[in-house]
């Protein structure tokens, strides 16, 4: 089918199913180049864990190079034993230790997953007449050559598809689900579902299919379309999906198929459930279209539904007002079950957020969890960059968009220590959690800082550090951005950014264009640093001293050499004059331009620009008062200096005060822990 | 006829509470009879505290230098600084987090008392700790002898050799005991943690879970107060009856627990209560982070010792009364003390 016609086709649908379905604008306006349409028949059983698909897609090649070939995501597969790239992957992290034997820790038989293709066909389209395409299935491992991961599948087709032409192929397959993995599966009858169904990957100009394996440390990357789905539940079941419910129908047999809808998007993830309880709400913003929130949450979080409503509503409203609208009129909000593994993901027009039974407000959840997740419906969902390659351009970007919707809906946040298992919260109220360090999440990139440099294709960094350099880092460099450009510069980046690449695939390339277009400065330097390396920041000021400045030695005064002692004090006419000398030193091994500020005894305040490239650097001044203080980047631009304790330096040292007053409240849980031992004997 | 039996009922009803507040007002009054001892027993008590204190603040010094953060944390708390020390200090320093502040220690150890973590804490503070305990084990003879004999007069000559003269008696209960404590909070609370995990693998309520989990605690508490219990009573028998077989100690404690244990469980459990309600108390009142003159912090620190100090009269008061009720009940059944 050609574009225009599959266009005409949704319309139809659209027009058919009426505006109570879609927007107005949606059933009209294709925002997406919907080459990748997905319709779905699928149905849970719910005591063998079992989904039974069949699904029809209808794939159109909108890049400049023929393919002889169609390869799909098995990512289900990727928990079907401990060989798959995934599993082996993880193996690197803390995670999932592996027993000696090999086998995971707590697994049993009925958690492992898979997905089996049983049939695929061509349709008769076009060019293409009905052809089984069942034997001419294999697995690939275009990424590490391992020979037993079954997470990529590849159908060799009979005739090249040219650039323009489509084809429709239907799939037959059956799903094991997980207990949950990667935050899909299920938790007794808790169910949710997502990377379920065989997934297209993506064909680029050139020729190649981009389709990864799942990797331990990476998420996805597929193309835009329409999704029409059918899930068939048990009729006691709530469901929630990506998209409208479009009809809704009860079977003879005790179930229900759940009908839904939606365009433009490039994923189809649902969850169901007898014990969610429903509420629903709609967003309202000045100049941003309305959106009809839907929560499913669990009954024991029910007195937090208005906080998850909120946040949500805050993640549309910022992020809206920032970015760009959120265009797709409805979202779902998912409070997942109790250690379901399924918190803190997205998915188009539906995410899951993640609460406790006790969380108390101030803290930063499920309010930052929530605004994350619905964030990057912006992130993710709208531009869609690809998750296995460059996952640092929604997760990092999201990271620092959250932070700052965070403190502009909620404040700072207090600091929550959880006792007894995690059972008991307690809020610290006076430990706050900057949205800049914090919220950038610096206390999770330190430790990893030199572990990839940020360019390495995601899919391989080190599973155990690569989220600190997707996320934090990306975060960092951002808020650092924020301050030396100004938040209105940075704003109109990431809108341009935006706006062009929505319901595209930007590479990172496309985003440093866009910071040089919009700031109108080269900024490679920045990114050379921060994204193609892994050196690190950090400014220290490493000496200061203020003496009297009388010299001391023999000078030549009127032709004659004249003898001058040590001296207590210089004058200049009445005033004493001191000389002020300031060592601020490079040690990390990225350079970044900074200020240098010296505050004097009396008042007097000194600013100078360095550049930030030697390794040290020494400032002298001659003035009449003592230095009191000198600071490197003294208005914290430089968010990803590790160390920014070592950044100023008092002439008067003052720090036994405040470390007598920490030592002694820790002296007193110190005290109390005798104590604690000695209940022993 | 009826009358009568109305008010004898009526008198085994308040007999057993009676009993137990007599004997807390009693246990009490001993305590605070002997101001010296609770002073002395602070004093080890923060000494032995000091020298890894003065490391840890040697450590925050250094970390905050002459630094401008250590401005901001003589006002308040820098979460970035913490995070900062947190990632470059070692395992000493370590354990500095901001749940120093407030109740925070309090709830802390209580955790790690109830999961028996304590003894999975840095080396350093593990082996202060086990120190603490033999100290603490060698000066409990001399605390109980005071209490056994609190009309005579408290000389450090006689604390010191009633400690001696107990330690390695205590010494063989302290090992029974820790058998026993290690059965509970190395085996039989992973067990049960673990059993709970099991069972609600497929559970979907958090609630069912917190109190699955509250109830295990419960029974981890249980244990370890009873063990705690019947070596207290041991550790009263030996002293009263100058008991030199530990096992004979061990026998005493049981059958005196199992023969009142209205009496001895209630006693316990009110002691445990006071606590906690002095820990509510406490949380109420606990200054927070933002003291910056030295007066308000030596204030803060003060209370913070004051609570230490309540603490300490309740744990001598677990001793003092239960050796009132043990008296008390001895004297009214006049028992043979048990003999191995």
Known sequence: MKFKNLQNYFMGITLLLGPSHLTKAQAWQVLSPRNANYTIEVKLDPKTKMLEGREMITWRNDRDQPTNELRFHLYYNAWKNTRSTWLLERTLTSQIPPRRDGTQRNLREDDWSYVNVSSIKILPQGKFSTTDLTANKRFAAPDDGNAEDQTVMVVVLPQSIAPGESIQVELSFTSKIPRTFARTGFRGNYFFIAQWFPKLGVFENGGQWNCHQFHAGTEFFSDYGVYEVKMTVPSNYVLGATGRLVEKIDNADGTTTHHHMQADVHDFAWTASPDYLVREKRFEYPGLPPVDMRLLIQPEHFRQAERHFAATAAALQYYGTWFGPYPYGHVTVVDPAYESGAGGMEYPTLFTSGTRWLNPAGGDSPEGVTVHECGHQFWYGIVGNNEFEHAWLDEGFNTFSTARAMEAAFGESAWVRRYFRGFIPIKFDEVKLPRMTSGNRLQGYRPVATSDAQSTLTYKYFPASGARITYDKTALWLGTLERYLGWETLQKIMATFFERYKFKHPAPDDFFAVVNEVTGQELTWFFEQVHRSSEIFDYAIQSVSSTPAAPEGLLDMNGKMIYFGKQKSATNGSEKIFRTQVVVRRNGGAMFPVEVMMVFANGDTARENWDGKERWKLFVYEKPARLKFAAVDPEHKLILDLNYTNNSKLLQPAATLPARKWASKWMIWLQDLLATFAFFV | ?340
């Open chain 2, 1 to 340: 006829m009826f009358e009568l039996a109305m008010q004898k009922e009526h008198y085994r009803i308040f007999e057993e509470p009676m009993i137990i507040f007599s004997a807390i007002r009693e246990g009490l009054r001993r305590v605070t009879a002997s101001p010296k001892l609770i002073l002395f027993l602070w004093l080890f008590n923060f000494v032995m505290a000091l020298p890894l204190t003065l490391l840890m603040s040697g450590q925050i010094e250094s970390s905050l230098g002459a630094s401008l953060v250590s401005e901001k944390m003589q006002k308040s708390f820098d979460l970035d600084w913490y995070e900062e020390f947190n990632h470059s200090a070692g395992a000493l320093g370590k354990t500095f987090s901001p749940a120093v502040i407030g109740v925070g220690p309090f709830l802390g150890n209580l955790e790690s008392w109830l999961t028996g973590s304590l003894f999975a804490n840095y080396a350093g503070i593990v082996g202060l700790g086990l120190g603490y305990m033999i100290i603490w084990m060698f000066l409990l003879g001399g605390i109980l002898d005071r209490f056994a004999h609190r009309e005579e007069r408290l000389t450090m000559e006689r604390f010191f050799s009633a400690s001696g003269r107990y330690f390695l008696r205590f010494v063989t209960l302290a090992v029974l005991s820790g058998v026993l404590y290690f059965l509970v909070c190395g085996f039989i609370a992973p067990q049960l943690f673990a059993l709970i995990a099991e069972s609600t693998r497929d559970t979907t309520v958090e609630k069912t879970v917190f109190f699955m989990t509250a109830g295990a605690y419960l029974v981890v508490a249980f244990l370890l107060m009873l063990i705690n219990m019947i070596f207290e009573y041991a550790k009263i028998a030996t002293v009263v009856h100058d008991q030199r077989n530990g096992f004979a100690a061990v026998l005493n404690g049981v059958q005196f627990v199992f023969s009142h244990p209205a009496k001895t469980f209630g006693l316990y459990l009110a002691l445990g209560v006071f606590l906690l309600v002095g820990l509510g108390v406490y949380s109420i009142v606990a200054p927070g982070a933002n003291q910056s003159s030295v007066i308000n912090i030596t204030l803060t620190f003060l209370l913070g010792q004051i609570f230490l100090v309540m603490k300490l009269i309740m744990r001598l008061t677990f001793f003092g009364g239960q050796m009132a009720l043990y008296e008390t009940m001895t004297e009214r059944m006049e028992p043979a003390p048990a003999t191995v």
